[in-house]
T-cell receptor, first 113, second 113 residues
């Protein structure tokens, strides 16, 4: 059974709309992350949370807002979607925010038309 | 801004051969270096990490780190068709970091039966 659940697996949206990407982890980890993988680009760090507190934000745009309602949840709200936002978004977790192994979910593939 | 470059872009080896993948990074102060494996449609999965200069062996995997030359390599002994995947090199930025990893673009490995 997957220990990090991302929903949905595929998502198609129209330009200007808003979507929420869901992530839940059942590894008992205290740190969670969002990464983005676009075509021809390396996997890119977006956010990190530790004990539900934002630790680092490397996204330039406020259109991307993480939401942590519970320790094992870290959703990603994206507003005013643009075609450039098309990518696969990966949620990950680790025991804590120090030098630990990251465990990744299977990703949500977002296409913005 | 830390950069991670991987070579070759793609590699084809026969079953049973040694596969050798390379990674260079731009900051000698980078902490741990990680290798992740990513199969199509899946999230990356951690394989092995190294912190100290020298080598580290786990099963069929050996990783060599040379901080002076900013170079790390991954060697897969007795390569199997199931090893066919994209291999990502990643570096962590600083001690007590926020869990941010900087990834390279990856090497696509194909092991032919």
């Amino acid at each position: 059974d997957p220990k990090i659940i991302q929903k949905p697996k595929y998502l198609v949206a129209v330009t200007g709309s808003e979507k929420i990407l869901i992530c839940e982890q059942y590894l008992g980890h205290n740190a969670m992350y969002w990464y983005r993988q676009s075509a021809k680009k390396p996997l890119e760090f977006m956010f990190s949370y530790s004990y539900q507190k934002l630790m680092d934000n490397q996204t330039a745009s406020s259109r991307f807002q993480p939401q942590s309602s519970k320790k094992n949840h870290l959703d990603l709200q994206i507003t005013a979607l643009k075609p450039d936002d098309s990518a696969t978004y990966f949620c990950a977790s680790s025991q804590d925010n120090t030098q630990n192994t990251l465990y990744f979910g299977a990703g949500t593939r977002l296409s913005v038309l | 801004q830390e950069k991670v470059q991987q070579s070759p872009e793609s590699l084809i080896v026969p079953e049973g051969a040694m596969s050798s993948l390379n990674c260079t990074f731009s900051n000698s102060a980078s902490q741990s270096i990680w290798w992740y494996q990513q199969h199509p449609g899946k999230g990356p999965e951690a394989l092995i990490s190294i912190f100290s200069n020298g080598n580290k062996k786990e099963g069929r995997l050996t990783v060599y780190l040379n901080r002076a030359s900013l170079h790390v390599s991954l060697h897969i002994r007795d390569s199997q068709p199931s090893d066919s995947a994209v291999y990502l090199c990643a570096v962590s930025r600083e001690t007590g970091n926020t869990g941010k990893l900087i990834f390279g673009l990856g090497t696509t490995l194909q092991v032919q039966p």
